[in-house]
C-alpha cells in the first residue's frame, strides 16, 4: 500500500490557483445529503480483495456520494454546463488508502471536479493535491475570481471580494507556463513509457531467443558427445577385431593342411 502512496520523483507543489487553471471543473456548491456508497471502481482499498457485493460490501461507510447544490454558476472555464441551483451527484468520497475526500452534510464547498467516461463526477486532485475545499474566508478570497458572482444566491458573501487583477494575471502568466511545463513533462513521461514497453518487449523476444540457442546448444553438444561415444566404442571393436584376423587365418590354414596330411 505505501507504494501506491509515493509521489513521482519530480514532484512539485502548486499553488491552488495553478491548480484551478489545470482543474477540469470547478463549482461551489452545497452538501444536500451523503449516500453510503458500495464496493466499486473507485471506492476499494488495497486489502479488499472480495468481489463487489462480498463481505466487504460498503467497507463499513468509509465510502460515500454526496448530493450537491450549486451555489454560483460553475467557474470560468469549467466544462460543465449547468446553471446555479443544478443538483448533482458526486462520487469518490471517503476515507481511501493515501488520501481522503470527504464532505459533511449541509455544509458548502469549492470542488475541484472532473468526469470520467461514464459521465460519472469525481474529485479532481490536481497535481496529487488537494480536490476539496471548505468554505473559509481565506478560501473565498483565493477563488473570488472564478465565478460569475451575478448568478450566486444572494445568501452568499462572496460578492464583497474583490481581486487585485495585475497580481491574478502575473500569477496566470505563470500558471501557464507551469501548466504547459507539466502537459510537456506528462507527453515526456507518456512517450517515455511507451519507449520502455517496446524495449521491454524486444528484451523479453531477445531473451526468448537466447533460451531457444542455448537449448539448442546444449542439444548439439549432447548429440556430439553421444556421437563422440559411439565412434570411440565402434573403433575400440574395429581395433579389437582387426588384432584377431591374422590369427584366424592362421587357424584355418593349419587345419586345411592337417585335413590334406591326413587325407
Known amino acids: 500500500a505505501?507504494?501506491?502512496?509515493?509521489?513521482?520523483?519530480?514532484?512539485?507543489?502548486?499553488?491552488?490557483?495553478?491548480?484551478a487553471e489545470l482543474a477540469a471543473i470547478i463549482v461551489y456548491a452545497r452538501v444536500l445529503a451523503l449516500h453510503p456508497d458500495p464496493y466499486g471502481a473507485y471506492n476499494y482499498l488495497p486489502w479488499q480483495r472480495d468481489p463487489p457485493g462480498g463481505p466487504q460490501h460498503g467497507a463499513g461507510g468509509l465510502f460515500y456520494s454526496a448530493?450537491?447544490?450549486?451555489?454560483?454558476?460553475?467557474?470560468?472555464?469549467?466544462?460543465?454546463?449547468?446553471?446555479?441551483?443544478?443538483?448533482l451527484n458526486l462520487t469518490g468520497l471517503g476515507y481511501f488508502s493515501c488520501h481522503s475526500h470527504t464532505v459533511m452534510q449541509g455544509y458548502a464547498y469549492f470542488f475541484f471536479l472532473r468526469m470520467d467516461e461514464n459521465y460519472i463526477l469525481l474529485p479532481h486532485g490536481v497535481n496529487f493535491q488537494e480536490a476539496i475545499f471548505p468554505d473559509t474566508q481565506e478560501n473565498r478570497r483565493m477563488f473570488a475570481s472564478l465565478f460569475q458572482f451575478s448568478n450566486c444566491s444572494q445568501a452568499q458573501h462572496v460578492l464583497s471580494f474583490s481581486s487585485d487583477w495585475e497580481i491574478q494575471e502575473d500569477n496566470r502568466l505563470m500558471c501557464s507556463s507551469v501548466q504547459k511545463a507539466l502537459f510537456e513533462e506528462e507527453d515526456r513521461v507518456k512517450k517515455l513509457q511507451q519507449k520502455v514497453a517496446t524495449l521491454e518487449k524486444r528484451n523479453k523476444q531477445l531473451r526468448d531467443r537466447v533460451k531457444k540457442v542455448k537449448r539448442s546448444l546444449r542439444q548439439a553438444r549432447k548429440n556430439t558427445r553421444h556421437?563422440?561415444?559411439?565412434?570411440?566404442?565402434?573403433?575400440?571393436?574395429?581395433s579389437s577385431a582387426g588384432g584377431q584376423i591374422p590369427y584366424i587365418n592362421s587357424l584355418k590354414q593349419e587345419n586345411s593342411h592337417a585335413t590334406y596330411l591326413k587325407v
Open 2 to 19: 505505501g507504494g501506491g502512496c509515493q509521489l513521482p520523483a519530480e514532484w512539485r507543489p502548486l499553488s491552488e490557483g495553478c491548480r
Open 67 to 87: 448530493e450537491i447544490e450549486l451555489l454560483c454558476d460553475q467557474a470560468w472555464g469549467s466544462m460543465l454546463e449547468v446553471p446555479a441551483g443544478s443538483r
Open 227 to 238: 556421437v563422440e561415444l559411439m565412434n570411440r566404442k565402434l573403433s575400440e571393436k574395429l
